[in-house]
Each structure stands twice: as C-alpha cells, then as structure tokens.
C-alpha cells in the first residue's frame, strides 16, 4: 500500500496518478488499434477526451444538486478540487451523454467505435486494479490462505491482486488482433468483453469485505455486473443474429 | 448455437453465486477491528490539549468526531483551517466536534498555539509530541482529515487538502444521527 508520495511538500496522490497512467496507456492503445476497426485514431481520442471532461463537470454539477445549500453559501466552492464534491453516478451519466454527443458530432459509427475502445477499457480495469492496491481500498475477507495479504489489522485475501490479475488475462484475450476482430460482426467484440468482465466483476466481489450491500446482504456491484453481464450477451447474441440473417439473406 | 445455452447456463450461475456470497446480516464494516480507513474503528488515543488536560478519543462517542492531523508550517492545513472553524462554531451544538492533532514531533506547541490564536481556533487543539497518533494513523502526509460516526466508526478518510467548506458541511451533516 502506498497512497501518497511526498514530493517535497507536494503529496501527490498515487491511486490517482496510477488511473491517469491507465487512462494514458488504455487511450494509446486504443488509438493505435483503431484502424483495425476502420476508425481514424483522431476522434477516438476527442471521444475520449470529451467523456472524461463532461464526467468530472457532470460530476460536481450531480453533487451540488443533491447539496445546493453550502455551495450557495460558498460559490467558490463550485471550484474546490475535492474529488470528496464529486457525484460518481451523475459523472457516469455525465461521461456517457458527453461521449454520445461527440461521438455523433464527429459522425461515428456506435459499434465500431466500442469495439475500438475495448483496449481503453481493458487497460483501465488493471489500473484501476492498481490503483486500489495502492490506497488499500477494495480489500478482501480475513482468511488463512497462503496468499492472504496483511492489510488493515488482519490476514486478507489479495482481492486487487485478484483484480489485477482476471483484468491482465482479459486484456490479453481481449488484445485486438486482425484476425479475430474482422472475423466479428461490429459490436460483438465489445458485447463480448462486457459480458466476460462483468462476469469477472460478480465472481471476484464475493472476496472484497467493503462492497456495499443492500439490506438483505445481497452486494450491489453483483447485481449491476449480473445485468451488464446479461444485456452483454443479449447483444452480443442479437447482433450475431443479425448478421447471420443478412449474410443468409 | 451453443453460445446461448451456454449464456443462459452462467447467468443461473451468477445469480446462485450473488445468493451465496451475499453479506450476513447485520454485517458492519470490518467488526470490532481498529485501522486508520474508512469502515472501520478509529484507533482510539489519548493526547494533551492546550490547557494541559487529557483529551481521549473513545470518551467522544455518540458525538460526530473530525480528527484533522496538521501542521503549523504546512499551507493546505492552514488554509482549511477557517472552513473548519466556521462549521465548528455552526455544528457544534448539534453533537459534532473537531479534534486539530497537531503533528508536534515535526512542528512546535508554541508555533502551533500561536496559529490557533491568530486564527481563532476554538475547537481543541492536541498536541501528539512523540508521533504515536500519527503512527497510528499511518500519517503520510499533511493535513489528514478522519471523519468518524457517533459509534467511533471511520465514515471516510481524506488525505491533502485544502477541504472546501461545502465538503465539511456535507460529511459532518452525514455524520450526525438522523441525518444519514
């Protein structure tokens, strides 16, 4: 665990430089495999860009609608630099209307586009991996396995390295090579990595200790990865459908 | 096509596994363990205050407790320190204080004094001569903000600052009994 480096009296936050490094990396390879999926690396990244601007400024904009009352007192604080005023929910709803309104001012194509932005969304599963490793957030059940981690006063399950490791093998099943991606029709390279991440995402928050529940137990994060995981593979298997007719037809 | 049997087969799965993993009831964070992050118990100390009295942390339950770990010398500290005075006098009366520890090991009582003076800090100022709170706390940087339920639990934890005034509002208010 390693939260902050102290650079003289700068503290730079690690969990947060290791998400900018992966959104770095991921947004690169994305870029760089985009022609196999017919697209020009140039709006990919502008896509990129505007979704991660209208997240954080959907974010605050989310946050002070839900407490207007100390923003009014303090305008200022519209401004503040605490990730603490971000609506992580709204910021989502944020990114993906920004995304979809470049993403349509650039005339790009929706399925070729998410297929292109697999990689981005792969890498970005490892750093965040990393990233809770570093701040110790996401941390396991106390068990007695060879390979329990001390953390926070007891013997726990490595639950980022678990992380780490499906999204590594997911990235690597998921690298886009020529051969597979052509073979695909058009969405079905992204529906398929939503599926088996989502999948990935219900198996391995049984071993994290701090994932929220609803009252009855039942965790959320399962719920929203078994739903993903389930509208995944209703297009994935639509979108084959589909073209099978057409290819028959 | 095998892929949709297949589908339906891991979707009965997922939901079997979301039933059997589910939490127990009445699980609360990490039970009666004690460590310096958000859902667990705040490592309870004991530290001197300005008037030499003994101020102890676990003595503060049922109340919503700030523990904010600074520095007269670090300028982030400095900065919050207004907000967090401003919030102070306006919650106190609702069950909710502040405990500024100062890191003394790394910074001077007197300096420290003369900052709340100038400022007119008039939420306990402690003072953690040897650096054991700041062990505790797995201190790695200034300020550090602990934010902790009237049951001694952590709610959230913030590292470096300035904390706006409007983030201090809404923790504290979420702190407080009945407004969760």
């Keep these: 665990m390693f939260p902050v480096l102290q650079i003289g009296s700068l ?88 995304a979809l309104l470049t993403g349509q001012r650039l005339g790009m194509r929706l399925f070729p ?106 965790r959320t994060f399962q719920v929203v990865a078994w739903a993903l995981a389930a509208a995944g593979m209703a297009a994935w298997y639509l979108l084959q459908k589909t073209n099978r007719r057409r290819t028959n037809g | ?55 102890q942390l676990s003595d503060l339950r049922g109340q919503a407790v700030l523990v904010n770990i600074w520095a007269s010398w670090c300028a982030p500290c400095r900065a919050e320190m207004p907000a967090m005075q401003r919030v102070y006098e306006t919650m106190q009366g609702s069950g909710f204080t502040i405990l500024a520890v100062n890191a003394t090991h790394q910074d001077s009582r007197e300096a420290a004094l003369a900052f709340a003076a100038r400022h007119g800090l008039t939420f306990p100022i402690l003072f953690d001569s040897d650096g054991s709170v700041a062990r505790l706390y797995e201190n790695r940087a200034l300020p550090s903000s602990y934010f902790i339920d009237p049951d001694g639990r952590i709610r959230e934890v913030v590292i470096g600052g300035p904390m706006a005034e409007a983030l201090l509002i809404t923790r504290v208010e979420q702190l407080l009994p009945g407004q969760d």
């Design chain 1, 11 to 98: 503290a730079v936050q690690v969990p947060g430089l290791l998400l900018l490094v992966g959104l770095w990396i991921g947004l690169s390879a994305a870029e760089k495999h985009a022609p196999k999926f017919g697209l020009h690396p140039d709006p990919l990244y502008k896509l990129v860009l505007a979704a991660l601007l209208s997240g954080i400024i959907g974010a605050r904009l989310f946050y002070v609608a839900r407490f207007p009352a100390p923003f009014l007192a303090n305008p200022v604080d519209f401004l503040s630099l605490n990730p603490g005023l971000l609506d992580p929910a709204g910021g989502l709803a944020a990114a993906l209307i920004g």
């Design chain 1, 113 to 218: 586009t998410l297929d292109a932005l697999v990689p981005f969304f792969a890498v970005l599963q490892i750093a965040t991996g990393f990233s809770n490793l570093s701040s110790g957030n996401a941390y396991g059940y106390s068990t007695d396995l060879p390979w329990a981690v001390s953390l926070w006063g007891a013997a726990r399950h490595p639950s980022q390295v678990y992380q780490i490791l499906a999204g590594s093998l997911i990235l690597w099943q998921f690298w886009p090579r020529k051969r597979v991606v052509e073979s695909l029709p058009p969405g079905t390279f992204f529906f398929q990595f939503v599926t088996v991440s989502s999948f990935a995402w219900l198996f391995l928050d049984a071993f994290r200790e701090d994932s929220p529940a609803f009252s009855n137990g039942i």
């Design chain 2, 1 to 55: 096509m095998w892929h949709f049997p297949l589908g339906l087969i891991l979707l009965a799965f997922g939901l079997v596994w979301i039933g059997a993993s589910r939490k127990p009831p009445g699980h609360v964070g990490s039970g009666g363990i004690s460590a310096p992050r958000a859902g667990f118990l705040a490592p309870d100390f004991a530290l001197e205050d300005e008037s030499g009295g003994l101020v």
